[in-house]
């Protein structure tokens, strides 16, 4: 079974709106971190966002929020305003605790474009 | 420029040749990470390296064959590759094993391989 499930495979907005890329996660430990990274054309994974399952905030990050919805486990990544630079794949991944390796998965990838 | 490099960026290797992949960072981190990533697939966790000592394989076939002298510098040896084996290969480090999180895993910007 998926761990990560990113359902969206493309997401389209336009310069200056919010984005809401989807991710649900699946653990059963009670400590784990969720990420978001972004990739562009270059290959480059570069971090964006964490998220500790204890965390009672939000986590933000400038332009980055995720929604953490610990309930439902999903832990979206909302964009506001976005910008041409945005355009990118965008993954989600968790790292499980103490009954996990400590190591990150990673869901399928979400590619998001921005309009001008 | 990102604190992992990776060299070569792109690499065309047939199926009988050998060839190594190099990773180098200088952010005192002691693990060190290879993933493989091909097209519409979640990356692929391939070793892990902890203070230069090898702490996970996933399965991975005996023609990749890792290296790491020491906790700046991973390698990943290629021989007698398939076809199937094209893919990009990013290397990531962290501060210690599971300790990215709020800092997330750096990593590179990947070696895109073509094997022909």
């Known amino acids: 079974a998926q761990k990560i499930t990113q359902t969206q495979p493309g997401m389209f907005v336009q310069e200056k709106e919010a984005v809401t890329l989807d991710c649900t996660y699946d653990?059963?430990?009670?400590?784990?971190?969720l990420f978001w990274y972004k990739q562009p054309s270059s290959g480059e994974m570069i971090f964006l966002i964490y998220q500790g399952s204890y965390d009672e905030q939000n986590a933000t990050e400038g332009r980055y929020s995720l929604n953490f919805q610990k309930a439902r486990k999903s832990a979206n990544l909302v964009i506001s305003a976005s910008q041409l630079g945005d355009s990118a794949m965008y993954f989600c991944a968790m790292r499980e605790g103490l009954g996990g390796s400590y190591i990150p998965t990673f869901g399928r990838g979400t590619s998001l474009i921005v309009h001008p | 420029e990102t604190g992992v490099t990776q060299t070569p960026r792109h690499l065309v290797m047939g199926m009988t040749n050998k060839k190594s992949l190099k990773c180098e960072q200088h952010l005192g981190h002691n693990a060190m990470y290879w993933y493989k990533q091909s097209a519409k697939k979640p990356l692929e966790l391939m070793f892990v390296?902890?203070?230069?000592?090898?702490?996970e394989n996933n399965s991975v076939p005996s023609r990749f064959s890792p290296e790491c002298p020491n906790s700046s510098h991973l390698f990943l040896h290629l021989h007698t590759l398939q076809p199937e084996d094209s893919a990009l290969y990013l290397c990531a480090s962290s501060q210690d094993l599971g300790q990215g999180d709020n800092y997330g895993y750096t990593f590179g910007s990947g070696t895109r391989l073509t094997v022909v």
């Open positions: 390296y902890n203070f230069k000592e090898q702490t």
């Open positions: 653990t059963s430990d009670q400590s784990y971190g």
